[in-house]
């Protein structure tokens, strides 16, 4: 099965940037998605923004939209969340899961991954 490992946060200014990796290994059906979601302290977790892996469709949160850019290296099976224009409410713990659905549906919440990776820490000051 998929085994997905994030990376690439740290502690950055309020305005700065930051790009994390979600990589892949194990099989990978051609027409999954993987999906960001964060969670921040005390808050549930929420939906970030996710990618069609073959055809690189994509759906963000209002929160993020024109900030944040997902994107995918196919050869490296890495999926790339670039975060421009920082804001100390971005600060979180980032994860990413794979799913088959529409990149839409995913943005509902409505699925229980089960299990979540360790994720990586994004920490926006002012």
């Known amino acids: 099965q998929v085994q997905l490992v994030e990376s690439g946060g740290g502690l950055v200014q309020a305005g700065g940037s930051l790009r994390l990796s979600c990589a892949a290994s194990?099989?990978?059906?051609?027409?999954?998605?993987i999906g960001w979601f964060r969670q921040a302290p005390g808050k549930e977790r929420e939906f970030v923004a996710a990618?069609?892996?073959?055809?690189?469709?994509?759906y963000y949160a209002d929160s993020v939209k024109g900030r944040f850019t997902i994107s995918r290296d196919n050869a490296k099976n890495t999926v790339y969340l670039q975060m421009n224009s920082l804001k100390p409410e971005d600060t979180a713990i980032y994860y990413c899961?794979?799913?088959?659905?529409?990149?839409?549906?995913?943005?509902?919440?409505?699925?229980?991954?089960?299990?979540w990776g360790q994720g990586t820490q994004v920490t926006v000051s002012s």
């Open positions: 899961q794979p799913d088959n659905r529409p990149v839409f549906l995913i943005a509902t919440m409505t699925r229980d991954f089960g299990s």
């Open positions: 194990g099989r990978t059906l051609s027409s999954a998605a």
């Open positions: 990618i069609k892996l073959s055809s690189s469709s994509t």
